[in-house]
């Protein structure tokens, strides 16, 4: 049976009436309109519909919309702000880390999650945290290289 879920979607209050164990992605992608969250595998393999849920990565195929009642999700469209790209799309962009782009959002959100829980994470904490979001063009090596980027450019801010 259908039913209300109130959440915080990119900052604004949001409202779904759906039944609640559908997919957040499905919800996302048919009913809000939020089309830059991809569908990959739909069984949390491959990463591409990754979302945050305060700082933390969810794979929104496998996340039932009733689970996000109450908390703050974030998707690809809700990061860049007053028309400048967020420092992770800067950084993505800069080191060409996409080729067909259908992984891309998916890794840029896992990015930013983990760069607000740390801000300057060592090469193996960014592949720990990567772990889990697959590039089917295997632009790996220039995804993490835009990570890196990402981290740099947090602490030239926090410096200025
Ligand atoms: S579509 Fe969700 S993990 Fe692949
Ligand atoms: S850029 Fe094509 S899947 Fe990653």
Known sequence: MAQDIH?????????VRTD???????????????TG???????????ACSVLIGSERAFSCRTPVS????KPVRT????????ELHPVQ??????????????????IMTSVGLLERDSSPDEAGITAAMNGNLCRCCGYSEIRDAVKRAAALNSEEARR
């Open 76 to 83: 690809i469209e809700g990061l860049a702000a007053k028309g």
């Open 7 to 15: 959440f915080t979607l990119n900052g604004d209050p949001t409202t």
């Open 37 to 47: 969250t991809k569908y990959g595998c739909g069984e949390g393999q491959c990463g």
């Open 67 to 70: 689970a996000i009642a109450g």
């Open 90 to 107: 800067q950084a993505f962009l800069e080191e060409q880390a996409f080729q067909c782009g259908y992984c891309t959002a998916g890794m």
């Open 20 to 34: 609640p164990g559908r997919p957040l992605l499905d919800v996302l992608r048919e009913d809000l309109g939020l």
